[in-house]
């Protein structure tokens, strides 16, 4: 590190360009700080950026960890494949992963907001509330996705009861056209509650003079959202899109859970796909091959992601302004 | 007073949750509460409650000792992954070192990875990290990492920079000043940095398969899953394994909600 207190190309930006604080630390906490971010960053490279790397070279090959068989590398034969061989099961999949992404992210995003506008107050009951809507956040997908098993179970499930209800019959998490809803729905369900506390801290963030502003300017409820508290929630609403969106692209353990991968129900997303081709039901056959859905997996979710972060970004600047 | 429409409305909302929320959780509780007989014959309603689904499934799969062994993992990848965070976020949030904009990006992207399992369980078998309670905890540091790093960012960046300066030059040391004074000014961020994290390790079910083989060392989802059969006999068994693995967790996570509603109040009380 050198001694310049600032250097050109540096990303010190907006800020006054003032002396580094860091030249007030004494020697050995440089060293510690120095330490300390390195530690973290080994432990990042070495189990985040670098299985993805893996995975990167793994996809050039027909890597199969039978240990008779020897590695080839077979160059962009696993990519090939995706378009044409397998092709069915990958753009199956990847109507079923937009259809789910897009369902999940504004379910949650549009319910969260609903729950957290009543649940934001101090009283007894929205402290009830928001503790209910967090319950399935805690439980995780091992105990939601058991939960809805069992009430989507087509011989005991209070599902099914409701249904007959209207003439109703379904085999719910084993039939084609009712699948892919249920796992949206527990999806949504079991996430809700993050969405709320997302916009509930960003309601809690504006000021409230600006609500006595409006009121002393007689405007009513719905103005008073679409013109104070709905700009105002802009990064909320980037948080909330964004982990919603990224959550759906890449999940694959609540499907598994209530579907078991669901390649026969149309519930196989990109995700799913990527774990069936690397661990679950197709696994044996070409591991470079799961590896190359993964790498497709995670160049989608950036193309698809950074357009949406820039413009929610761009949203919150023109309303924030 | 409250305004006609409003109660409706809250009241709506209110139904909306009861039904949403609370059904769901409470017909769980009733099946664990129902003998294997009565729920064949007539699944929706409850009957005489018996309690003999918890002692049955308590003993049939190794739930406690499951259950510890889960809060072990999840709790120390937790706290180390949110740990780490903020040793790369402070840096980054004062621009400590050169390139923090890039440093930023490049952890940004962790976001985004999916899971790689093949290589990291190549990497777990090379490092010695496969099948030990170690390794399981090490393997699960870094998924926490990318959004505490953000998280923590922001939050470190709300703190007036005056404080960095006096504290040192006063002469006290980076990790001292780190403990003593921004990991209590940043608690809420550094709240859902560690609950998010601890939730990746309680929703991962395919770590357990992947990188652990003796069922000695298995997370209690493992030992849940065991009751999960075809045979829906064994479901008010299964039910009372979801109740007697929920109830710590849910009440970790009350534990947690008073503070994090006590944090984001007094978060948004600033001038």
Known sequence: MTKAPVTTGDAVRGKARRARPARLLSRTSKITMWGGLALALVVYLLFGIGPMIGNVIISFTDYTQLAWATTHVVGFANYASMFTSQSTAFYQSIVTTVVFTLAVTLGQSALGLLLAHKLVGDSKWAAVGRLLVFVPIAL?????????????????GPATSFFG?????????????????????????????????????????????????????????????????????????????????????????????????????????????????????????????GAAVTVALFVMTLVVATPVLIYLRGRERRLLR | MIRRPRLVSGVAVGILIALLFLAPVLYAVMLSFESPTHFLNSPMTLGKPVLSNFGKAWSQADLGPELLRTILYAVVAGLASTALGLLIAFPIARRLVRGSAALYTFLFIGVFLPLSIIPLYAEARSMDLYNNTIGY?????????????????????TLPAEFDEVAWMEGASYLSYLWRVVVPMVRPALLIAFL????????????????????????????????????????????????????????????????????????????
């Open chain 1, 140 to 156: 995780g997908v091992t105990i939601v996705g058991l939960v809805w098993i069992m009430i989507f179970d087509p011989a005991q």
């Open chain 1, 165 to 289: 209800l209207f003439g109703v019959h379904s085999a719910f998490l084993g039939a084609d056209g009712w699948a892919l809803g249920i796992v949206i729905f527990v999806q949504i369900w079991q996430n809700a509650g993050f969405s709320t506390l997302v916009f509930i801290g960003g309601l809690r963030a504006i000021d409230p003079s600006l609500y006595e502003a409006g009121a002393m300017d007689g405007i009513g409820t719905w103005r008073r959202l679409r013109k104070i508290t709905f700009p105002l929630l802009a990064p909320s609403v980037t948080a909330n899109v964004m982990l919603a969106l990224v959550g759906a692209f890449t999940t694959y353990n609540l499907i598994y859970v209530l579907t078991g991968g669901g390649s026969s129900y149309g519930t196989q997303t990109l995700g799913m796909l990527a774990f069936n081709d690397a661990f679950g039901v197709n696994a044996e056959t070409n591991l470079g091959y």
């Open chain 2, 137 to 157: 905890i090490i393997l699960h540091i870094e998924p926490g990492m990318p959004l505490a790093v953000m998280l923590l960012v922001a939050s470190v960046s």
């Open chain 2, 196 to 271: 998010y994290a601890l939730l990746g390790v309680w929703n991962d079910i395919i770590g357990p398969v992947a990188l652990l083989s003796s069922s000695s060392l298995y997370p209690v989802t493992e030992g849940v899953f065991t009751f999960y059969g075809s045979n829906s006999s064994e479901w008010t068994l299964l039910a009372a394994a979801v109740v007697i693995v929920s109830l710590p967790v849910v009440a970790l996570f009350i534990a947690c909600q008073r503070q994090l509603n006590r944090a984001s109040l007094a978060g948004s009380v600033k001038g």
